[in-house]
């Protein structure tokens, strides 16, 4: 059995999204909850709480806001969202941020103009492993390799957000 590196998967929740349009909601909700159990918040409560500072008129909810007023809104923790300029450097990033124990959530292409959020959770030397929050199905981890992730990815620019403890 080939043994992958990041995250230990005892301690990750698999919360699936509540809504067709929340997987960012379900992926800040797995993530906070994996870096700090005692972090109540719901998906639908993590909505509110941001569309509190976001014009849902004009802001659609990615990344770059969560990282913005993650702090502002949950003071404990810290947003970090990177757009990289290169696959491989999107990919270094990713596997020093889990050799830390930090999860990482990724945006891939969807079937609609909007992007699907994922997380990755573990990596190997040719692939890496993410959770799919919009899977029916429980612990659900998708493994793709890593030559195929390029194609995957959303925009020209693979961005990350990195959620830390303070």
Request: charge should be positive; aromatic fraction near 14%.
């Amino acid at each position: 059995m080939r043994i992958m590196k990041g995250l230990d998967l005892s301690r990750f929740n698999c919360i699936p999204q509540t809504r067709w349009d929340f997987c960012l909601m379900a992926c800040i909700e797995n993530v906070i909850k994996y870096i700090d159990p005692t972090f109540n918040y719901d998906q639908n409560e993590i909505e509110k709480k941001f569309r509190t500072v976001i014009n849902p008129r004009r802001d659609h909810p990615y990344f770059y806001h969560f990282a913005l007023y993650l702090e502002k809104l949950f003071p404990k923790y810290q947003g970090i969202y990177i757009s990289h300029l290169k696959v491989d450097s999107f990919l270094d990033y990713i596997k020093q941020n889990l050799d830390k124990d930090f999860p990482v959530m990724i945006s891939l292409k969807s079937n609609t103009d909007l992007a699907h959020i994922v997380i990755v959770c573990n990596y190997d030397a040719n692939s890496i492993s993410y959770y799919d929050p919009n899977s029916n199905l429980k612990n659900s981890f998708v493994e793709v390799t890593l030559s195929s992730i390029n194609s995957m990815l959303k925009g020209s620019k693979p961005d990350t957000l990195v959620i830390i403890l303070k």
